[in-house]
């Protein structure tokens, strides 16, 4: 399978994640009107990164992807790593 494949389905996974995530914050937003506190944005935040770098972790995993060390694999998500950053940024609201 091609990393360029890979990288679509992970791109395609993320974006799930952050409309379910938008969603979310809707309904919440709907049922109380609070003002999240920096802590808590921050800690959301963290959350949602650690969400991404799962969904990176599962496809890699689905498609059975080897690597022959470390260096190798921290290529592989380097290179996914700016187009989970784009769409994070592209989808994160204030």
Known sequence: MSIEKIKREVASRIEQLMQHRKKSL?????????VK?????????NELVNKAYEVINEVLL??????????????????LEPTVHDI???????
């Open 37 to 45: 506190s920096w802590p808590e944005k921050v800690a959301e935040t």
């Open 62 to 79: 689905q498609h059975q992807i080897k690597w022959n060390n470390d260096l190798e694999r921290e290529g592989i998500i380097s290179y």
């Open 88 to 94: 994070v940024i592209k989808n994160m609201d204030d």
């Open 26 to 34: 809707l309904v919440a937003q709907l049922l109380k009107q609070n």
